[in-house]
Every structure is written in structure tokens, then in C-alpha cells.
């Protein structure tokens, strides 16, 4: 063989192998990406899925597809939600995860994760889930939500709009059900937590249903639709006797609570009271912290934190104020002065906008890479509740994100003194 024609066979190998490697190299691309492309779809089907389940917070991030229905809070839905999401969880381990490039592979563990989260709940689904309204959470606390999220721009957004209030009276129907069952299984909340919710529901029981906090598109916003004036008629008309059934669902709501519930509330404050309390907590704990830490670890760990932080403290009220007897005494002295005092609902209101876009937007740079463009905005809560909530806003930006504050008592809120704290 002379040295050309090896030269050659060399040339015409290494070309062979490296056409070889490129195929295979192709091909492991293709598998690949059809695998990361078959986990994309299948999480955008359990997003979809989520999103029919929770109808109201896919209206709050702008997804208005399904503002026609409202969430199904039967018991029995409880069982079919389990094996939907097992369904998914098979699906997903169909999936060859050591297919998919490394930074996916965390997506997959994280969406079995979530996916698991549903299948360990579904153990306790007569516990927490049984009592779906408080003071502090349910449709009474922020009833001008709805309003806020929901588009009025068409005759079929009104339509949407009509069917949600035909539907909330079986959904309440629905609560009142899962609240006997909790008086029977004697899985009640604690006196405490239910017992401010009449009088929220009080609120929004009118005599006429043109009075009602939901009338409210029907005065204005209907009259702006491009249709006759029949049309609009018929939409107000229609909204009046949907929002008159949804009145007397509340008012029936109301009654029990006030006669059946609140009269068998649990005697313990902790949720220990329950059959298999215990457990529960130990698993509430678990989704909270993802972490197997037992009660008592997390209490030793928040007392080594209360330890450190009272040392914290000690230092500046000495450095600052020359005080070392008591925190207890501290605080009242701060709370005394009168500039971290609030006089008016206005003066509260501007406090919480200065803090937010004066002083911690300017900071979230030190602390996050990528910041959305998205707007937050502060408005007062028009009923009592918690002292803040803040509601999600659209992902397109076409509506803020809502900041809420309760101002109904804005001398005995100390925005100023817990920001120095």
C-alpha cells in the first residue's frame, strides 16, 4: 500500500466516523428534544387542567377562558382530582428522564414533585379541606374581586359573568356540605377563625339585588357594549335575578354557620384537636418547609432564631436609645411616639406607597437578577380583614398588581415602627 492510498483510507475513515458521529449526535438530539418537548406539552396540560380547576385565578392572571364556571368544592371532586393527577404522575414516568438535557431533568423532578404533593394531600382530605372559608380567607373578605378580575368589554363577557353568579349558589351549597361534614368528623376551625365571618357575610345581603356590589357592571359598563338596547336590557335584567339567587345562597350560608357551625367549633386553638391531628401538622409542616424536620426541631430552631434576634435588638436599643431593660418596654416607648403614628386612612395609604416604590423597588436590584416590568398599586381593602393582601396581576401587564390594606384602624398600625424593627 503506498503512502497516498493510506493517506487516503486515514482521510476517508475520519470522515466516515465523524459522519457517524454527527448522526448519532443528531439523533441523540432528536430523542432529546422530542422528550423535552413531550414534558413541555404534558406541563402545559396539567397547567390547563389547574387552570379549569381553579377558574377565579386563572381570571386574576388574564386567563378568561374559563370565567363561566367557578370551582367545583364537592366532596366527590375530591376523589376525581386524585385520579386525574394520577394519571398524570403515570404519564410523566413514562417519560425517560435520563433522556432530557441536565437543566430539564430539574424541571421533571420538580413537576413529579408537585405532582406527589397532590397524591400525599389527598390523605387529608377531610381534614383542612373540609372547612373552606374563615376569616381571613373566602369569597367575604374581598367580594369587589371578581369585579376587578373580570373583563366587561362584550355581550359575552357579561354572559360569562351572569353564569358564574347562576353557579356560586350550588358552590355555596357545596360549602355547607363540607361543613357539616366537618361538624360530624369534628374537624371544625376554632371558634376564632369562623366567628367574624357572619357579619362579613351580613354585608352583602341587600334587599334589592340593584344594590348589590355585583350590580355594579350592570349600571355602567353594560351601557358601552356595541349591541341594542334590548340586549342590554335583557344583560341587566338577567344579571339582577342571577345576583337576587347568589343574595339568598349567602343569606342561607350565613344562617348555618350562625346555628349549625359556630355552635360546634373546635374547643383546642391547634389543629391537635383533630382525629389525627397530629399527623396532619406534621405534614402541613412538611409542604410548608419541604423539609422532614419534626414540630419540635422547627420550635428549637425558631427559639435559636427568637435568641438571636432579641441579642439583635438589645444592641440597637442600646447603641440608639440607651435602654437595656426590657424589648417589652422598647417597643411600647416607639410605639408611643407620636411620628410612627398614623392618623388617617391617608396618611397609612401613603406610607405603604412610599415604602413600596420608594424605598423597596429602588433595593430589589441588590437582591434579584431579572426583575419583571410588572406594576403594583395600593388600594384600601373596602371590608375588614387582614391587615395586607396582595392579588396577582395579568402577565401581559394589562392590570397591576393590587397591594390591599386594611386602613379602618390606622392609629393602631405601626408601618413605621415594624419597618424600624
Keep these: 500500500m503506498t503512502r497516498m492510498n493510506f493517506d487516503k483510507i486515514v482521510f476517508f475513515s475520519v470522515v466516515i466516523i465523524m459522519w457517524v458521529l454527527a448522526v448519532l449526535g443528531l439523533i441523540a438530539y432528536t430523542v432529546n428534544g422530542d422528550t423535552a418537548l413531550e414534558l413541555k406539552e404534558l406541563q402545559e396540560e396539567f397547567f390547563q387542567w389547574k387552570l379549569k380547576e381553579s377558574p377565579l385565578f386563572a381570571t386574576t392572571i388574564g386567563e378568561y377562558k374559563y370565567d363561566d364556571i367557578v370551582q367545583d368544592l364537592s366532596l366527590a371532586h375530591l376523589d376525581q382530582r386524585k385520579v386525574i393527577v394520577d394519571g398524570f404522575i403515570e404519564k410523566l414516568k413514562r417519560i425517560d428522564r435520563t433522556l432530557l438535557p441536565r437543566k430539564t431533568r430539574y424541571s421533571y423532578d420538580i413537576f413529579l414533585d408537585t405532582l406527589q404533593t397532590f397524591v400525599d394531600g389527598y390523605k387529608w382530605k377531610y381534614h383542612g379541606n373540609l372547612n373552606p372559608m374563615s376569616s381571613l380567607e373566602g369569597f367575604q373578605t374581598d367580594p369587589s374581586l371578581i369585579l376587578k378580575i373580570s373583563p366587561f368589554n362584550t355581550k359575552g363577557d357579561f354572559e360569562n359573568f351572569i353564569s358564574r353568579l347562576l353557579l356560586y349558589p350550588k358552590q355555596i351549597d357545596q360549602v355547607i356540605i363540607r361543613f357539616s361534614e366537618a361538624i360530624t368528623l369534628k374537624n371544625t376551625l376554632h371558634n376564632v377563625s369562623i366567628i367574624a365571618v357572619p357579619d362579613q357575610l351580613a354585608k352583602l345581603i341587600v334587599d334589592d339585588p340593584k344594590k348589590s356590589i355585583y350590580f355594579a357592571p350592570f349600571k355602567d359598563q353594560v351601557h358601552k357594549l356595541d349591541v341594542k338596547n334590548a340586549t342590554q336590557d335583557e344583560l341587566i335584567k338577567r344579571g339582577a335575578e342571577a345576583i337576587k339567587l347568589y343574595i339568598e345562597s349567602i343569606s342561607k350560608l350565613k344562617k348555618f354557620l350562625e346555628t349549625k357551625y359556630i355552635p360546634n367549633t373546635r374547643q383546642s386553638y391547634g389543629v391537635d384537636g383533630w382525629r389525627d391531628g397530629q399527623d396532619y401538622y406534621k405534614a402541613c409542616l412538611k409542604w410548608h418547609l419541604t423539609t422532614d424536620m419534626t414540630p419540635r426541631e422547627v420550635h428549637q430552631k425558631g427559639l435559636e432564631e427568637v435568641k438571636r434576634i432579641k441579642e439583635e435588638m438589645f444592641k440597637i436599643m442600646k447603641e440608639k436609645e440607651g435602654i437595656t431593660d426590657s424589648i417589652a418596654g422598647f417597643s411600647k416607648i416607639l410605639m408611643n411616639r407620636p411620628s410612627l403614628k398614623f392618623n388617617t386612612a391617608d396618611e397609612l395609604l401613603a406610607e405603604y406607597n412610599k415604602l413600596i416604590h420608594d424605598v423597596i423597588y429602588p433595593k430589589l436590584p441588590e437582591y434579584f437578577k431579572d426583575i419583571p416590568d410588572y406594576k403594583v398599586i395600593v388600594e384600601p381593602e373596602k371590608y375588614d380583614g387582614p391587615a395586607g393582601q ?32
Excluded at 396582595?390 to 379602618?408: A, C, H, K, M, W
Design 390 to 421: 396582595y392579588f396577582i396581576g395579568t402577565e401581559d401587564g394589562s392590570r397591576p398588581g393590587i397591594f390591599q390594606v386594611n386602613l379602618l384602624r390606622p392609629n393602631e398600625t405601626y408601618v413605621r415602627f415594624f419597618t424600624i424593627i
